[in-house]
């Protein structure tokens, strides 16, 4: 039987895994608005590992400000720019 601990393991290097092609994909794109939202992805994915690490004051600060925050200030500042970078 796999332990539970193997279990918690795998995923979080699942998560790290799709955190990096989210990144991959954040730095690539051209169009700005879909980089924040993999960026956006990239940081709920990080938020879950430290809750899987079991760190729930690190997760309850980064979930509103990487996840929420950032986004929402960038997302208006593209707003006020192109939505394509040239």
């Not at 790290?16 to 924040?36: G, H």
């Not at 809750?51 to 729930?56: E, G, N, R, T, V």
């Amino acid at each position: 039987m796999v332990e539970a601990s193997l279990i918690v393991l795998g995923v979080m290097a699942l998560f790290a895994l799709s955190s990096t092609i989210a990144t991959y994909l954040a730095i690539t794109e051209r169009n700005l608005v879909k980089a924040v939202l993999y960026s956006a992805i990239q940081s709920t994915l990080y938020a879950l590992i430290y809750y899987l690490l079991m760190a729930p004051d690190i997760v309850l600060v980064y979930v509103p400000v990487s996840v929420g925050l950032y986004p929402a200030i960038v997302l208006m500042l593209i707003k006020k720019t192109e939505k394509e970078e040239s």
